[in-house]
């Protein structure tokens, strides 16, 4: 498998990396849906863009979102 991190991957793989992630999660794509806008996480496209623009990692990301759930 390969890594997923920044430093290994282009910008054009991170995209692909999140829309097939994304897809393969809820089973549908993510082009007009709003299931992670109803969830209160914003749109897809927002939530994941500083992992796509090389800024943070997923994990990070992923870390950052689920926190308010966690106790």
Known sequence: MKSILIKDTTRE????????????SCGT???FCSG????????IETIYQP????????AEINAEY???FVR
């Open 66 to 68: 689920t926190a308010p």
């Open 29 to 31: 794509e993510c082009e």
């Open 36 to 43: 992670c806008d109803n969830r209160g996480g914003g749109r």
């Open 13 to 24: 793989e991170r995209e692909q990396i999140v829309k097939q992630s994304l897809w393969g």
């Open 51 to 58: 992992y796509i623009d090389g800024e943070k990692e997923i």
